[in-house]
């Protein structure tokens, strides 16, 4: 009874979900903190007057949205949004624009087809940009000679290893798929090794990156272990997600989203370069900062300390074992979680006994603990 109990409020919670989005504004996306509370009033889980969400209910709507995320109906965006998929949307306008799409490619191959049989000048295939530059570099032209010299340079921008998109894929890049109706070709990747490079990300994804942006600190350029990346076509990024998800690379299991470009963004993505990395860090084509960043001024009397850098699997056992091998008994322990998803950030805060526990626990920063080598500094 239990069981089934929990499937019929995963089921109301979901249908919930759909039908608050189609009522927003926009009538296709919403910010999933405003969602979840919208939708959790309507279902009776949560009353106007409470302010707080307990975890079982946070756990309900999640499921919810992963099972609507896995029939396609939904996705959830880096950066916290729901959207709802063309086919959920409430105006039918949008399957007759979807259709319309669909049949502007079929009659492009046509079109396509048609001229590589024509024999005739004026009814041959239109060549790519790139081609068409080349051909009208005419010896002795310098200003068509610079065009074709600069079209050259942006294809090798960036790391050889990420291969350019095939021209063959260009008209169905984008092309709505199954477990991918907005045919999304941006992700979102996380968990990642810090020791990942281009090369080895790229493999792990069948080769079908084109560019891939490393997340890093602004400041300090310290890779954060996650990553967006542009895949060739929708299909790529729809088995990325169905079948490379949850897959390990270099011992970690990688997590992989859609990640949609958001409105007015569109000149921003993908990125000119192939492989770029943010903060002052320049690009080596390795993801990962280098070293172990140095450890704060010690405030006096500390005994707690700040932990980062953690695998995703840690728990308070395997951390107390950690601290106990340098006899650095723990008081308690605090793990940080993010406040919309729920999911753990890899960090959190460990009080000890007494400052010289704390000491103790300090001198294994750095060190290696499930893969990682975990960050320590000191907090008040």
């Known amino acids: 009874m239990g069981s089934k109990t929990k499937s019929s409020d995963s089921s109301a919670v979901a249908d919930e979900i759909i039908n608050t989005v189609r009522a927003s504004d926009n009538g296709k996306s919403m910010e999933l903190k405003s969602l979840r509370k919208a939708v959790l009033i309507a279902t009776k889980h949560l009353s106007d007057k409470e302010g707080d969400i307990d975890?079982?209910?946070?756990?309900?709507?999640?499921?919810?949205?992963?099972?609507?995320e896995n029939d396609g109906r939904v996705s959830l965006?880096?950066?916290?949004?729901?959207k709802l998929s063309k086919t959920e949307r409430k105006k039918p306008t949008d399957g007759k624009e979807e259709q319309s799409a669909t049949k502007k490619s079929?009659?492009?191959k046509k079109k396509r087809k048609a001229g590589d049989n024509e024999s005739d000048d004026d009814k041959k295939p239109k060549k790519s940009k790139k081609s068409k530059a080349k051909d009208e570099a005419a010896p002795g032209d310098s200003d068509n000679e610079e065009v074709a010299d600069s079209n050259q340079d942006a294809d090798n921008d960036?790391?050889?290893n990420i291969e350019e998109p095939e021209e063959a894929d260009a008209a169905d890049k984008n092309k709505p798929c199954k477990g991918n109706p907005q045919g999304i070709t941006r992700l979102f990747l996380g968990n990642l090794p810090f020791a990942i490079t281009d090369t080895t990300l790229n493999d792990h994804l069948n080769s079908t990156i084109t560019h891939i942006k490393w997340i890093t600190d602004r400041e300090t350029g310290k890779f954060y272990g996650s990553a967006f990346c542009e895949v060739k076509t929708s299909r790529d990024a729809a088995k990325a997600v169905s079948e490379i998800n949850g897959t390990k690379v270099m011992g970690r299991p990688i997590k992989i989203n859609y990640a949609p470009i958001k409105p007015g963004q569109e000149g921003d993505w993908p990125p000119k370069q192939k492989v770029i990395t943010g903060g002052k860090v320049a690009n080596t084509g390795q993801a990962g900062g280098q070293g172990i960043k140095a450890m704060s001024v010690k405030p006096e009397g500390c005994s707690k300390l700040f932990i980062g850098n953690l695998s995703y699997e840690l728990d308070d056992d395997g951390i107390t074992k950690f601290f106990m091998a340098v006899d650095a008994e723990i008081k308690a322990i605090r793990w940080?979680?993010?406040?919309?998803?729920?999911?753990?950030?890899?960090?959190?805060?460990v009080d000890f006994w007494s400052t010289e526990a704390c000491e103790k626990a300090a001198s294994l920063n750095g060190k290696n603990l499930l893969g990682r080598p975990i960050r320590i500094d000191w907090a008040e």
């Open 106 to 108: 079929k009659d492009k």
């Open 158 to 160: 960036g790391d050889e």
């Open 336 to 349: 940080l979680h993010h406040k919309d998803s729920g999911d753990f950030k890899g960090c959190g805060y």
């Open 55 to 68: 975890k079982s209910t946070k756990k309900l709507f999640k499921a919810a949205v992963q099972s609507l």
């Open 77 to 82: 965006s880096a950066d916290g949004i729901v």
